[in-house]
Each structure stands twice: as structure tokens, then as C-alpha cells.
């Protein structure tokens, strides 16, 4: 059974600050990996797509990367600012069409 | 990218009634996929719909409690029925698109 783990659950950062968010899952057979954001109270919002065959992706200042053989993506945010503040989950999909298993998730503070 | 509309975005709901969600996509999409996600926890999938066939639904979620309806590749509901308070939650539809899933803004219940 698939289960995703992300570290650290909070993190509280200043303004300007490079920071690493981590997600770690037990089955390495997965499809792809998604990074969502998600504001207080609302949906998500896709931020990075990366599939099995892929080692990183980019978006402006987002970079994803994905280990699978290690079972680990992680998200690092470049000179984070405070209307970066949201929660960010990591899912993965173990085939195109099927469920995805969501993390807990890791609510990032920016304090200007 | 998918538009995904929900309606409503939130209510308040007695106890015993029950709430029908709306999930209108854009173009049309083969699955679409319901979650639940109960505050402080991350997301759980309920069930995924399919167009002219009934829902699959995953363990621990029932289609008495969760009945849903997919009359079209752009439409689906979601009742939740006679609700609890054990039912406040926040309910996503999703969809996938060239493998990348995408998820509506979310219907907050709270069952008093």
C-alpha cells in the first residue's frame, strides 16, 4: 500500500529565504508525482508535474525534482516571498487515470 | 489546464440532510474523481466516476452515504446524505488532463 510522507509538517521562514520542502513515498512503482498548493479553505492548485521517466521539472522560481528509485521528490522554493505562504502537498499516481495519494502536506509561513 | 467549477463553495448544513455537490468541467473528460479532505488532514479519495456506469468507490466509503451521478463527460454530483458533524469537510472534484490533474475550489461543509 502506497503511503506519502512529507517533512517538515510547518515551516516558518523570512522573506528572501531558498527553502526545501520533502516528500517521501513507499512504492517506487508510480506513474508521476504532483506538487499542489493549497490557500486556507480552498482547492488546490497545481504547481509541478514530474513523471517516472523525468528527474525535474521547473517553474519559474519552483523546481521539483523526483528520485524514484529512492522514493523521494523534493520542492525547493528560490527567494521565497509571503504570498508564498500556503500549504504544499505532494501525490502520487501509481497509473495515468488512477487515485492519487496525497501526503499530509507542509504549511510554509513567509514572514516579511 | 482544466476549469473546474464547484458549486456551492460552502454551506452549513443540519444534521440528517443531505447536500448535493455540483462539479462542471470545461471539455470532457472520461473520469472524474471526488475527495474528501477533513480539516487538518490531507485528501482522500472517495470514488471516481465514469460516464454511463456507476461509481467506484474506495474502501470505507459507500454509495448510500456518497451517492454520485455522471449524466455527461462535463458533469458530475456528489450527495453527501444524512450528514453528520463527522462530515464536515472540504469535497474536491478533480480531473485528469494529459496526465496532470487538476481540482475544483472546493465545497466547505460544516454539519451542525
Known amino acids: 500500500k502506497q503511503e506519502v510522507t512529507q517533512i517538515p509538517a510547518a515551516l516558518s521562514v523570512p522573506e528572501g529565504e531558498n527553502l526545501v520542502l520533502n516528500c517521501s513515498f513507499t512504492?517506487?512503482?508510480?506513474?508521476?508525482l504532483q506538487w499542489f498548493r493549497q490557500d486556507p479553505g480552498k482547492g488546490l492548485t497545481s504547481l509541478l508535474l514530474?513523471?517516472?521517466?523525468?528527474r525535474e521539472q521547473t517553474s519559474g522560481r519552483l523546481n521539483a525534482s523526483l528520485d524514484k528509485s529512492s522514493g523521494r521528490s523534493t520542492l525547493y522554493i528560490a527567494a521565497s516571498q509571503p504570498g508564498d505562504s500556503a500549504t504544499y502537498l505532494c501525490?502520487?499516481?501509481?497509473?495515468?487515470?488512477?487515485?492519487?495519494?496525497f501526503g499530509q502536506g507542509t504549511e510554509l509561513s513567509v514572514k516579511p | 489546464s482544466a476549469v473546474i467549477s464547484q458549486k456551492p463553495s460552502r454551506d452549513i448544513c443540519q444534521r440528517g440532510t443531505s447536500l448535493t455537490i455540483q462539479c462542471q468541467v470545461d471539455?470532457?473528460?472520461?473520469?472524474m474523481f471526488w475527495y474528501r479532505q477533513q480539516p487538518g488532514q490531507s485528501l482522500t479519495l472517495i470514488a471516481t466516476?465514469?460516464?454511463?456506469?456507476?461509481?467506484?468507490?474506495e474502501s470505507g466509503f459507500v454509495i448510500d452515504k456518497f451517492p454520485i451521478s455522471r449524466p455527461n463527460l462535463t458533469f458530475s454530483t456528489l450527495t453527501v446524505s444524512n450528514m453528520s458533524p463527522e462530515d464536515s469537510s472540504i469535497y474536491l472534484c478533480?480531473?485528469?488532463?494529459?496526465?496532470?490533474?487538476?481540482f475544483g475550489q472546493g465545497t466547505r461543509l460544516t454539519v451542525v
Open positions: 501525490a502520487v499516481s501509481s497509473n495515468q487515470g488512477g487515485k492519487l495519494i
Open positions: 466516476a465514469n460516464q454511463g456506469s456507476e461509481a467506484t468507490y
Open positions: 512504492d517506487s512503482a508510480i506513474y508521476n
Open positions: 478533480s480531473v485528469e488532463r494529459s496526465t496532470e490533474a487538476f
Open positions: 514530474i513523471q517516472s521517466s523525468q
Open positions: 471539455s470532457q473528460v472520461t473520469m
